[in-house]
């Protein structure tokens, strides 16, 4: 069983770094699946941030894309997120997950395995 | 791509059958469109992908349909532990947005 585990500080200062790492189990990260960072203000919607493959390649929802760093370390099995210059509304339960491949014929990557979560919360 | 999901709030009892809409502002090539069940305090559950492909462990009382720029997520006959939030997401190639939400309510 894929399992992943966020960990990081819960609290960062505005202006600050927000740094965040997935642990993943059950999996190697090397596989052909995509490694995915999604977030949720409290009580509000999903807002994915990114993803990013085992080689490095990466892809981010363009209106974050000048503030995310995500990478990879294949000897840890684990996936990092970095957003820089945060502010109260990057407060949020962020999320690490999986885009598993899904092949028939064709490829899909919807998200099937999620962490469970983590609450970081921007202040002073 | 922006996803709008209609209703908001959909109020419903036991047994009833639920209707969820997610609308594209573009056409969503090869069905890249999952939807995701969340009940409070817990992360999403993958429900459907491609569209329509139901994954093990929801039963075939849940069905997505769809192409192009509207898809539907039906729930044939509620039951207690359906009560929660879905969404949908296109998962393209550059493109991985969510929608907003769809709150199934008693």
């Known amino acids: 069983q894929v399992q992943l585990q966020e960990s990081g500080p819960r609290l960062v200062k505005p202006s600050g770094t927000l740094s965040l790492t997935c642990a993943v189990s059950?999996?190697?990260?090397?596989?052909?699946?995509?490694w995915t960072w999604v977030r949720q203000p409290p009580g509000k919607g999903l807002e994915w941030i990114g993803e990013?493959?085992?080689?490095?390649?990466?892809i981010f929802k363009p209106s974050l894309s000048s503030r995310v760093t995500l990478s990879v370390d294949t000897s840890k099995n684990h996936f990092s997120l970095r957003l820089i210059s945060v502010t109260a509304a990057d407060t949020a339960v962020y999320y690490c997950?999986?885009?598993?491949?899904?092949?028939?014929?064709?490829?899909?990557?919807?998200?099937?395995?999620w962490g469970r979560g983590t609450l970081v919360t921007v202040s002073s | 791509i922006v996803l709008t999901q209609s209703p908001d709030t959909l109020s419903l009892s036991p047994g009833e059958r639920a209707t969820l809409s997610c609308r594209a502002s573009?056409?969503?090539?090869?069905?890249?469109l999952a939807w995701y069940q969340q009940k409070p305090g817990q992360a999403p559950r993958l429900l459907i992908y491609?569209?329509?492909r139901r994954t093990t462990g929801f039963p075939d009382r849940f069905s997505g349909s769809g192409s192009g720029t509207d898809f539907t997520l039906t729930i044939s006959r509620l039951e207690s532990e359906d009560f929660a939030v879905y969404y949908c997401?296109?998962?393209?190639?550059?493109?991985?947005?969510f929608g907003q939400g769809t709150k199934v309510e008693i």
């Open positions: 990013v493959s085992h080689s490095g390649g990466a």
């Open positions: 491609g569209a329509s």
């Open positions: 997401q296109n998962y393209g190639m550059s493109s991985h947005t």
């Open positions: 059950g999996a190697s990260i090397t596989s052909g699946h995509l």
């Open positions: 573009q056409t969503i090539t090869n069905n890249y």
């Open positions: 997950a999986r885009a598993g491949a899904f092949c028939d014929g064709d490829c899909h990557f919807p998200i099937d395995f």
